[in-house]
T-cell receptor, first 115, second 114 residues
Framework: AQSVTQLGSHVSVSEGALVLLRCNYS??????LFWYVQYPNQGLQLLLKYTSAATLVKGINGFEAEFKKSETSFHLTKPSAHMSDAAEYFCAVSDSGGGADGLTFGKGTHLIIQP | DGGITQSPKYLFRKEGQNVTLSCEQN?????MYWYRQDPGQGLRLIYY???????QKGDIAEGYSVSREKKESFPLTVTSAQKNPTAFYLCASSTPGTGNYGYTFGSGTRLTVV
């Protein structure tokens, strides 16, 4: 069975500071990993995905994530936080290739940006 | 533009009622999914369908039912057997096996029991 752990239900950073959202996964096979962002009362938008190509993945809005097999981690980072980054972020894993049987999500991290 | 449409955006249910949430996609995706979102719980898979006229239970299927009569549509019925239905419901679709592993999500339906 696969699972995802997101460390920290709430993360607060100052505008312009580094954003680091942590995600650890467990999977019995090479995983496919995803980060999604959700704004209030909206659906989820894909930020980036790892599908066994490059270990450093660049996404939209200046975010990137690095796949580290030895640490079973896929942490999300952004060099400089912007007020518009305030949202809920979800890490997700699939071990079935195309994810035909659904993604497994972490419980989410609420990112707060302090002015 | 292609996408997923969920309706209604807000839905109120009385005790003992069945309600149906609509999900329609025009992305020509084969697979469709229903997730339930509760505060602090992340998203949990209710049902999924990889092909028309076929669907499988997810992790929390009890009290829910689905149908997949058309590729574009995957409605979810919340039955009276679901004891705690108040939640945010998200529909998603994808094209498994094509190399495009991204899921497209609808904007959600917030269901409240009154």
């Amino acid at each position: 069975a696969q699972s995802v752990t997101q460390l920290g239900s709430h993360v607060s950073v100052s505008e312009g500071a580094l954003v680091l959202l942590r995600c650890n996964y467990s999977s019995s096979v090479p995983p496919y990993l995803f980060w999604y962002v959700q704004y209030p009362n909206q659906g989820l938008q894909l930020l980036l995905k790892y599908t066994s190509a490059a270990t450093l993945v660049k996404g939209i809005n200046g975010f990137e994530a690095e796949f580290k097999k030895s640490e079973t981690s896929f942490h999300l980072t952004k060099p400089s936080a912007h007020m518009s980054d305030a949202a809920e972020y979800f890490c997700a894993v699939s071990d079935s290739g195309g994810g035909a049987d659904g993604l497994t999500f972490g419980k989410g991290t609420h990112l707060i940006i302090q002015p | 533009d292609g996408g997923i449409t969920q309706s209604p955006k807000y839905l109120f249910r009385k005790e003992g009622q069945n309600v149906t949430l609509s999900c329609e996609q025009n992305l020509n995706h084969d697979a469709m999914y229903w997730y339930r979102q509760d505060p602090g719980q992340g998203l949990r898979l209710i049902y999924y369908s990889q092909i028309v006229n076929d669907f499988q239970k997810g992790d929390i299927a009890e009290g829910y039912s689905v149908s997949r009569e058309k590729k574009e549509s995957f409605p979810l019925t919340v039955t009276s057997a679901q004891k705690n239905p108040t939640a945010f419901y998200l529909c998603a679709s994808s094209t498994p096996g094509t190399g495009n592993y991204g899921y497209t999500f609808g904007s959600g339906t917030r269901l409240t029991v009154v």
